[in-house]
């Protein structure tokens, strides 16, 4: 039995429809993905530069450049990098706006947080957690990765001066507005 051109024509033409369909609607999805991204990043930035969080990044950094033990309370700031890294890891936010939104603050607090003394890994052994701020450790590296990718950096490695200048700016940081 032939086909009838006309028939081979409707389904020809009904396949383009929805084909053209699924293509629209994955580039829809794709930017309504990176709308909420953007939004959500800015709405963390907010969060980042809220005059409590401001508190705890100067005491932190405070304590990170004297080379003590942060207190608690200003783990705030390694809570926060642990929900940003996680959100970047299920892939919710896009590694790249995060990048240009928190890298070097990311690379930077991490690198004192275990430079000279490593006390995300003393944290891990004294809660008999592997996972404490496993996270944010993995954000770390994935920043690090891009710092190399989109600068042409030569290295992985967070460098003590740029680290350092970082917290120095954090630990001046005026919390009262």
């Known amino acids: 039995m032939a ?15 929805a084909v053209g369909t699924l293509v629209i609607s ?7 993905r990176e709308l909420n991204s953007a939004a959500t990043i800015l709405n963390l ?8 969080l401001r508190a705890a990044r ?10 003590r033990e942060p207190e608690t309370t200003d783990l705030e700031v390694c809570r926060f990098f642990e929900l940003v890294g996680f959100l970047t890891h299920q892939r919710v ?22 430079h000279p003394q490593d ?12 996972m404490v701020f496993a996270e944010f450790e993995w954000l770390c590296s994935e920043m690090g990765r891009l710092d190399v990718e989109l600068t042409g950096a030569h290295s992985l490695r967070t460098r003590f001066e740029d ?3 970082v917290l120095l ?9």
Do not use: C
């Open 3 to 17: 086909l009838d051109p006309l028939t081979v024509s409707i389904a020809a033409a009904t396949w383009a429809v």
């Open 26 to 32: 994955y580039w829809q999805i794709s930017q309504q």
């Open 45 to 52: 930035r907010d969060r980042y530069d809220a005059t409590s």
């Open 58 to 67: 100067k005491r932190l950094s405070e304590h990170l450049l004297n080379s």
């Open 93 to 114: 936010l896009d590694r790249r706006m995060v990048w240009n939104a928190f890298g070097g603050w990311v690379t930077s607090y991490y690198y004192f947080l275990t």
């Open 119 to 130: 006390w995300v890994a003393e944290w891990r052994r004294s809660f008999h957690d592997p």
């Open 163 to 165: 680290s350092r200048g």
């Open 169 to 177: 700016t954090e630990a001046s940081l005026d919390h009262s507005t």
